[in-house]
């Protein structure tokens, strides 16, 4: 993400206006949208927040990748705040048929959708819109490559916040195929923002990141070392999509033996360590399914998460389409 599209996130006024990123996003914004979305929680079993705070607006979903928890968030946050909500469906749409993303932005602009979330394979397509759309349209980023993935991001900082608000003194280690992760990156900047005191990447060399690509963070191929005193643990999905050659990279019982997050290494923590998975799970390979099913496990609470975010972060845009 070049310096400018961290910029491009905000209008003349300094507000945000699309989400594209977890960089430029400052501990304040940060801050704010994780208050804002801890008021859209209510007690189990109550009825959900809902507001009308974006009532008359629509809000575009248009995912060129497979979601289940971004789009269902994304779909359910809108309509609680009172949007239309259009959830496109990409495998009848005319992008197969080859249609530009640009001509089906520009499509959907013509029905006044106002707000596109967007989650494609290719990197820069958020941006690339954003910086195409007509000036009252906002674009959010659900999910970019192995880039970005701010939504969650998000989330991620919430329930490790939940648990835990003195980031400076904690330590969080992510454990799996962290080269293809767009969760590790978008966690790893609101982490870094938020002033860590110590993040660690934990995976096997095969997938361990490319030099530069997590300033800050320790890069450790064991996972005793990795998990030592942790009070976060999050696991992730090894991304088959995005790997064309498998070489190196170990077979399923030798990857759970070494990399999988198990009640057997989660000792090597500290002993309150909540146990984080962004999902899709993929038990007896990056994690036991007893320890997600368990009382460390927050796996649940980051989905319920999930939802108030996305609230948040479309409010904070709509009170700048409220003003046009
Ligand atoms: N759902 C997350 C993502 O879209 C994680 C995953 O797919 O493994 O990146």
């Not at 206006?17 to 400052?26: A, E, N, V, Y």
């Not at 189990?44 to 009532?55: D, E, H, K, M, Y």
């Amino acid at each position: 993400m070049e310096q400018d599209d961290a910029k491009l996130q905000f209008d003349e006024n300094g507000n945000l206006r699309h989400l594209l990123s977890l960089k430029g996003i400052d501990a304040i914004l940060l801050t704010e949208l994780l208050d804002d979305a801890e008021g859209y929680l209510t007690a189990p079993g109550a009825l959900p927040a809902r507001s009308q705070s974006l009532a008359g607006r629509t809000v575009g979903n248009l995912f060129f990748e497979p979601s289940t928890r971004t789009r269902a968030s994304f779909d359910l946050a809108g309509r609680r705040l009172g949007a239309d909500v259009l959830n496109l469906d990409v495998n009848t749409s005319s992008r197969k048929k080859g249609e530009s993303i640009l001509d089906t932005i520009y499509t959907l602009e013509a029905m006044q959708v106002d707000v596109m979330v967007v989650r494609d394979a290719s990197d820069g397509v958020p941006a690339y819109i954003a910086r195409n759309v007509k000036d009252h349209v906002s674009v959010l980023n659900a999910g970019e490559s192995d880039v970005s993935h701010p939504t969650q991001g998000l989330l991620d900082l919430m329930t490790i916040r939940q648990h835990n608000p003195d980031f400076k003194n904690m330590t969080v280690a992510i454990v799996g195929d962290i080269q293809h992760s767009r969760v590790a990156r978008s966690a790893s900047e609101a982490l870094q923002t938020m002033g860590i005191g110590e993040l660690r990447l934990i995976s096997p060399p095969a997938l361990a990141p490319d030099a530069g690509r997590f300033p800050g963070a320790r890069i450790v191929d064991n996972i005793a070392d990795g998990l030592k005193d942790a009070d976060v643990v999050m696991a992730l999905r090894i991304q088959r999509e995005r790997i064309g050659n498998l070489d190196g990279v170990p077979g399923i019982d030798e990857y759970f033996a070494n990399y999988g997050v198990s009640y057997e290494n989660m000792k090597f923590a500290k002993p309150d360590a909540i146990v984080m998975h962004p999902g899709p799970m993929n038990r007896g390979i990056e994690i036991e399914g007893a320890l997600a099913d368990g009382p460390r496990s927050v796996i649940t609470r980051q989905v319920t998460n999930g939802v108030a975010v996305r609230m948040a972060v479309l409010d904070r845009i709509g009170r700048i389409m409220s003003t046009q």
